[in-house]
């Protein structure tokens, strides 16, 4: 299959897949997009974590997570591991991990990534890269 910006994914399609769009933390340049992935409640508390260069993973529909190996997002790829093997007929988790790093990500973090999901169990690992907008081809 391929992938891009527009597919859309049906339940119950052959393959599923979870997003992961990883950014570098910036705090002169896009503190605001860091923030606006961050509920009221936690915004305050979570915005003093981050250093400049750190990095976060944004997910569709969650808080922004660190990529950090104390951070929340190991905890919520076990879990989203355990959903999918209990939800499938056949036990086995089918479902690819996409990892999306933006350009100026240092790549060693989405090595770590990457071994974040096999720990877990995810099998079916794709690695895509985000281009910006205007950029020269």
Known sequence: KQLSDEAT???GSEEDFLFL???PYHPETNAGDLASHLSEESKASVMEKYKDGDAYVLIVGHD???AEPDGELLVWLGQQHLDLEHKSK???VHTSVVIRPD?????AVVYRILKFC???GFTNLKVRALIGKGVNK
């Open 64 to 66: 922004a997570m660190r």
């Open 9 to 11: 994914i049906t339940p």
């Open 90 to 92: 056949d036990g086995q």
């Open 21 to 23: 769009t990883v950014k």
């Open 118 to 120: 096999k720990d877990k």
């Open 103 to 107: 350009g100026d990500l240092d790549y």
